[in-house]
C-alpha cells in the first residue's frame, strides 16, 4: 500500500525522503514521487517503477539544497500505474503538493465540481482532488484550508503537504491511514510507519483518526479536525533499526523464516509458569467471570492472518471446548454477522492496518461482543479499536509474505486457548504444564528443520516448472496446505490450490494426473491412516506425492515419492512446525524462477484499502 514520508529540517531533504521511500518498499508500491520546496519554489519529480530505477531522476539535479519536502511511494488504486497518477499532486496553480494514503469515496461528485470552478486536473487519482480543494480554500492560513478541505471528503486519508508560501512547515492529517511523527532535533518527520524513519529517531508521536499536525522544524502542534489543539505524549520506540535490515540474508523473506525459532521464544517469554502450569497474557482485558459468559468465539483475519485463525479454531475447539467460527473479515463485516455480549471475537493482524479486519471489529463492537485482538505491529489501529490485546511479539515482518507473523500467531492462539482452557476449568494445570514444556522446545525442533533447507531447496529445484500444485491436509492441518499454497503462489506464481484431504474425492481428484504434484501433510496425527489412503488415491492416478512426515516415519516411502520430516511434536503444536518447510519450498521455488520474493507482483504489505 502507498507510504508516506515528510521531512523538515536542515539537511538534503531529497535524500532523506527517498531513503525513507526505500524503507517503505516493503508496504509495496508501482510508482514513486518527492515533492520539495526551494527557495519559494516547489519541484516535484515522479515516475512509474521501482525506487531503483527511480535513483537518478529523485537525486540528480534536484531538491539538494532543500530543506523541506514530501515523498510517495503508490498501489494503484484509482488510475493506472503511470507517471502523472504518481504522487505527490498539485494544485492547478502549482502551489502546493499533496501526498494520500487512503481512498477519497465522494471523489467523482467533487472532481466534477472542481472542474466546473476551473481547475485543471492532471491525473486519474482521487487524490488529486485533496491538492484542488486545499488550494480553492486556501486564504493565507494553510492548516483552516487542510480541515476545510477534508471536511467535504469521504473516505480514508492520510495526507501531507506543502505549500510554497509556508517554508516553516509541513502539514499533515489523518482518518483510517495510519501517519506518525518522528521528532528529531532540529528536525522532523512524518511517515506511514515508524520503519522509514527509525534510523533518524525513535522519539514518535501517533497521529489518531480526525487529527492534523503542524510540522515545524523546531517542534510540532496537533488538532483536532475541529482546530482544537490536542496534547500528544511523545512515545520511545523500543524497536531496534537492525531489526528492519537484512543482516547478511538476500532477502527479508528468508531472513524472517530463519528469524522463527527466536520469535518464537520471544512470544512465549515471560508469559509462563512451566511450574505450576500457568499462562500470563497481561494485555488480554478480560476478566475471569467475562471468559466464563462467552457462548462462542468468532475468529476473524484476511489471507494468512485468517489461516491462522483456522488453526485457532482447532485449538480452542479441542482445548477450551467452545464452539469456534473462523471468517474472512472481508465477508463477516458485510453478512450482518450473529454476535452479541455473548460472543468473543478474536481478530488477527500482523499489521494491525488491514482494512476489512478494522471494519469487521467495528461492526463486532457495534452489536455488543468484546474483541480481543491478536495482533504483531504495537500501536497499530487494530490495537486501538480493540477491549484487550495478546502481542503476537515478531519484530518488524519486512517481506510481503508473511511467514514469522504466521508462526507467532499460532504460537500466540496456543498460549490463549491454554489460558481460556484453564479459567473455563477444561485442562488441568499438568496438561498445561506439559504443554508449556512441549511449546519451549519448538524453536530447537525449527532450527532442526531450517538446518534440512539443501533437501528443501532440491525438491523446489525438482518442481519449480510445475503449472499447478495441490495441497491436501486433515484437521489440525488442513490450514496448513492453505498457507503453504497461498505462499507458493504469491510469491512463485505457481498455481496452488488446498483442499482438505477427504474432500478430494468429491471433485479436485479430477484434476491429478502426472503433471500434477501434491503435497501432503502427513505428520503423526489422529487421522495419518485416513491421510494415506488418500495419498493412495493420488498415486492410482499417477499423481506426485511429496509427503511432510514425522521423523522416523519410514512407512511413508511405501507411499509417496518424496518426503521432508519434520521433528515429533503433538498434533496440537504440530501447524507452527509443519508451516516451516513450505515456506522454505515456496521460497526456493521463487528464488531459483528469479523472481523478487519480498515484493511479489500486485501484492503489498499493508492492505488498507478494501
Ligand atoms: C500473505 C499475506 C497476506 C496477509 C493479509 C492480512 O503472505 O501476508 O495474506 O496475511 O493481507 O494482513 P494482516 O495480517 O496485516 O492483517
Not at 170 to 194: H, Q, T, W, Y
Not at 261 to 284: A, D, H
Not at 355 to 380: F, H, I, M, Q, Y
Not at 466 to 477: D, E, H, P, Q, T
Request: a negative charge; aromatic letters at 6%; hydrophobic letters at 40%.
Amino acid at each position: 500500500m502507498c507510504g508516506i514520508i515528510g521531512y523538515i529540517g536542515d539537511k538534503p531533504a531529497n535524500e532523506i525522503i527517498f531513503e525513507g521511500l526505500l524503507r517503505l518498499e516493503y508496504r509495496g508500491y508501482d510508482s514513486a514521487g518527492i515533492a520539495v520546496l526551494d527557495n519559494g519554489k516547489i519541484h516535484v519529480k515522479k515516475d512509474l517503477g521501482k525506487l531503483s530505477h527511480l535513483k537518478e531522476l529523485l537525486l540528480t539535479d534536484f531538491g539538494s539544497h532543500s530543506p523541506q519536502g514530501i515523498g510517495h511511494t503508490r498501489w494503484a488504486t484509482h488510475g493506472r500505474p503511470s507517471a502523472f497518477n504518481a504522487h505527490p499532486h498539485g494544485d492547478s496553480a502549482g502551489t502546493l503538493m499533496v501526498a494520500h494514503n487512503g481512498i477519497i469515496e465522494n471523489y467523482m461528485k467533487l472532481k466534477n465540481r472542481l472542474i466546473q470552478s476551473g481547475c485543471v486536473f492532471s491525473s486519474q487519482t482521487d487524490s488529486e482532488v485533496l491538492a484542488h480543494l486545499i488550494s480553492i480554500n486556501y486564504s493565507g492560513n494553510l492548516e483552516e484550508a487542510v480541515l476545510k478541505a477534508l471536511s467535504e471528503v469521504e473516505g480514508a486519508y492520510a495526507i501531507a503537504v506543502i505549500h510554497k508560501n509556508h517554508p516553516d512547515r509541513l502539514v499533515c492529517a489523518r482518518k483510517e491511514s495510519p501517519l506518525i511523527l518522528g521528532i528529531g532535533e532540529g528536525e522532523n518527520f512524518i511517515a506511514s510507519d515508524a520503519t522509514a524513519i527509525l534510523h533518524h529517531t525513535r522519539n514518535v508521536i501517533f497521529l489518531e483518526n480526525l487529527e492534523l499536525a503542524t510540522v515545524k522544524r523546531d517542534g510540532v502542534e496537533i488538532f483536532d479536525l475541529s482546530g482544537n489543539r490536542v496534547e500528544k505524549h511523545i512515545k520511545q520506540l523500543d524497536w531496534n533499526p537492525v531489526a528492519a535490515e537484512k543482516n547478511g540474508f538476500p532477502d527479508f523473506m528468508l531472513k524472517e523464516i530463519y528469524e522463527q525459532p527466536q520469535v518464537i521464544r520471544n512470544t512465549i517469554g515471560g508469559r509462563t509458569s512451566e511450574e505450576e502450569g500457568k499462562i500470563y497474557l497481561t494485555e488480554l482485558g478480560l476478566s475471569g467471570p467475562d471468559i466464563f459468559k462467552f457462548q462462542r468465539i468468532v475468529i476473524i483475519g484476511c489471507g494468512t492472518a485468517y489461516y491462522a485463525g483456522c488453526v485457532g479454531k482447532y485449538l480452542i475447539e479441542s482445548l477450551v471446548k467452545m464452539p469456534v467460527e473462523c471468517d474472512l473479515a472481508s465477508e463477516f463485516r458485510y453478512r450482518n454477522p450473529l454476535v452479541d455480549s455473548h460472543t468473543l471475537v478474536i481478530a488477527i493482524s500482523q499489521s494491525g492496518e488491514t482494512a476489512d479486519t478494522l471494519a469487521a471489529v467495528k461492526e463486532a463492537r457495534k452489536k455488543g461482543a468484546k474483541v480481543l485482538g491478536v495482533v504483531n505491529a504495537k500501536e497499530s489501529s487494530l490495537t486501538r479499536e480493540v477491549d484487550g490485546l495478546v502481542y503476537i511479539h515478531a519484530g518488524p515482518e519486512i517481506g510481503v509474505a508473511s511467514t514469522k507473523a504466521y508462526t507467532a500467531m499460532l504460537t500466540s492462539l496456543t498460549l490463549l486457548a491454554l489460558l481460556l482452557g484453564k479459567i473455563r476449568l477444561t485442562l488441568t494445570p499438568e496438561f498445561v504444564s506439559e504443554q508449556i514444556r512441549a511449546l519451549k522446545i519448538l524453536p530447537q525442533q525449527i532450527e532442526t528443520i531450517l538446518a534440512n533447507h539443501e533437501q528443501i531447496k532440491e525438491l523446489a529445484q525438482t518442481f519449480m516448472n510445475s503449472k499447478n500444485f495441490l495441497y491436501l491436509g486433515r484437521g489440525f492441518n488442513f490450514p496448513t496446505a492453505m498457507e503453504g499454497a497461498l505462499k507458493l503462489k504469491e510469491i512463485s506464481y505457481i498455481h496452488a490450490e488446498a483442499y482438505a484431504a477427504g474432500e478430494m474425492k468429491h471433485g479436485p481428484i479430477a484434476l491429478i494426473d502426472k503433471d500434477m504434484p501434491v503435497f501432503v501433510i502427513a505428520t503423526n496425527s489422529s487421522t495419518y491412516d485416513k491421510l494415506i489412503s488418500n495419498i493412495q488415491e493420488v498415486n492410482a492416478r499417477s499423481g506426485t506425492v511429496i509427503a511432510l512426515c514425522s521423523e522416523g516415519d519410514n512407512e511413508i516411502y511405501n507411499h509417496a515419492h518424496h518426503k521432508i520430516s519434520v521433528p515429533n511434536v503433538s498434533e496440537i503444536l504440530s501447524p507452527i512446525l509443519n508451516v516451516v518447510p513450505l515456506q522454505l519450498f515456496a521460497y526456493y521455488a521463487a528464488n531459483m524462477k528469479g523472481l523478487n520474493v519480498d515484493q511479489p507482483r500486485n501484492l503489498a504489505k499493508s492492505v488498507t484499502v478494501e
